[in-house]
């Protein structure tokens, strides 16, 4: 029980930060091509991989926490709803160029992303 309430908690504040996030993103590159999703996305996998190697390596991250911060932050924060929808909308407009942009950005820059927080959290632990 205590570990949901922490997820719960958690995901009101990923939705919150991917809210901001997201409006920054429209503010400063407008909406032609969804940057703030793929941007989000990219982030929390480089940090869910952190999160996750630390949290399993390490007494650094408890149990609870790790939880709190994959599921309820990161889960809240990360996009991929919004990414399906996005790249559906594309391709219901006929921007097919777009659409498969939108899916090859999103995949390569998130398994990139998510590579690079687990060698950041190899490095971190080796310190």
């Known amino acids: 029980m205590k570990q949901l309430l922490w997820v719960v908690l958690g995901s009101g504040l990923g939705g919150g930060a991917r809210y901001i996030a997201a409006g920054w993103f429209i503010r ?13 996305n990219a982030l929390g996998s480089l940090l869910i991989g952190l999160i996750m190697h630390v949290g399993l390596t390490t007494n650094l991250i408890g149990a609870d926490m790790r939880v ?15 990414f399906n929808y996005e790249t559906m909308s594309f391709f219901q407009q006929g ?8 899916i090859l950005a999103t995949v390569v820059l998130c398994l990139i992303a998510g590579a690079i927080g687990l060698l950041l959290g190899r490095w971190l632990v080796a310190i």
């Open 68 to 82: 709190a911060l994959t599921t309820g932050v990161l889960g809240g924060f990360t996009t991929y709803s919004t």
């Open 95 to 102: 921007a097919l160029l777009l659409g498969l942009l939108n």
């Open 28 to 40: 400063s590159f407008g909406i032609r091509f969804p940057f703030g999703t793929v941007a989000i």
